[in-house]
């Protein structure tokens, strides 16, 4: 395991939006400057770099079949390029809204967009302007995750206590989810939809059956959760909180199976599962990455290069790769070896 001689540099105040290509060989990144790059991760030569935005990029993704990359900046504007050529493909109807987050639905025919005023929804090949689903509070971050399936859209502002679950096709809000009493910080379906996590300021995990709307309530965190994140078969949520602890809990009792802790300088802000579900890495204030054996909790390697705070983490589909990024707007690419 060791850190690729390749350093995505870019100057942006948070690098919270990197996006690896499906197929784990591509991985495109925004910048400051208006610019967006990307790169093979294994050779860390830059295979393009997308003009076009005047200011911050703050959000990109690529299209599920990998054809496209989505684009969104600081003024509001949105771009889909080409990742093949890097060639602009269209330029959506601005509006005076930051993109703070943007996402494709699973079969690529819906981009839904978290902005200042809410999230709007977008279809991809003609750019028409769907829909908005307002929200509350223009001034307070979108909470948004889409099923695997791309029909369902959830969503909860972070000041919230309620989430709304909508039909991306029809428009329409299929359920409210009430339980919470504290507001919201996280959310994150299940690999098979049926589940939705959502976390609290609080401390509180709760588990929703998305069909009927009832919930499991998982106690244990005594502060604010910051993360959460699903195994890829579905049966374990891990959660990472303020109060120092990564808790794994059984998805289909409710209970805690394991929790990580007695590190007092413990707070993972991002987490994620790598595709064969062995290890989990966390990234924290303390700038290093912990890689755990996902079934032990023992720890396998930590990864220290990072000179500020670490707020999002990858691993490739291959598993090979892990990104992070961090607040100074830096991203290291790990090679991972088994």
């Not at 105040?13 to 925004?30: N, R």
């Not at 005594?222 to 990472?240: C, E, H, I, Q, R």
Request: hydrophobic share 35%.
């Amino acid at each position: 395991m060791k850190k690729s001689d390749t350093e995505l540099n870019h100057k942006i105040s948070s690098a919270h939006e990197v996006a690896f290509s499906p197929d784990g060989i591509t991985l495109a990144s925004g910048s400051g400057d208006g610019t967006i790059r990307s790169q093979n991760d294994y050779t860390g030569t830059v295979k393009h770099t997308l003009t076009g935005h005047s200011e911050s990029v703050l959000s990109v993704a690529f299209s599920w079949n990998g054809d496209i990359i989505a684009s969104g900046c600081s003024t509001g504007i949105i771009r889909l390029w080409d990742a093949d050529t890097g060639q602009l493909i269209k330029t959506f109807k601005k509006f005076n809204d930051m993109v703070h987050s943007i996402q494709f639905s699973p079969d690529d025919k819906i981009l839904a967009c978290g902005t200042d005023a809410g999230i709007r929804l977008w279809d991809v090949q003609t750019g028409e302007h769907k829909k908005i689903f307002y929200m509350n509070d223009p001034y307070n971050p979108v909470l948004r995750a889409f099923s695997p399936d791309g029909n369902t859209l959830a969503s909860g502002v972070d000041d919230e206590k309620t989430i709304s679950l909508w039909d991306v096709h029809t428009d329409e809000r299929k359920k409210t989810l009430r339980g919470h009493t504290n507001h919201l910080s996280c959310l994150a379906f299940s690999p098979d939809g049926k589940t939705l996590a959502s976390a609290s300021y609080k401390g509180t995990v709760r588990l929703w059956d998305i069909n009927i709307g009832n919930n499991k309530i998982l106690i244990g965190h005594t502060d604010w959760v910051s993360s959460l994140a699903f195994s890829p078969d579905g049966k374990t949520l891990t959660s990472g909180s303020d109060d120092t602890t990564i808790h794994f809990w059984d998805v289909n009792t409710g209970k805690s199976k394991m929790i990580l802790t007695d590190r007092d300088w413990w707070h993972s802000l991002a987490l994620a599962f790598s595709p064969d579900g062995k290890t989990l890495a966390s990234g924290d204030r303390n700038k290093i990455i912990y890689l755990w054996d996902a079934h032990t909790g023992k720890e396998k390697k930590t990864l220290s290069g990072h000179t500020d705070i670490v707020r999002s983490i990858a691993f490739s589909p291959d598993g090979r790769i892990l990104v992070s990024g961090c607040d100074n707007g830096s991203v290291l690419i790990w090679e991972i070896y088994p």
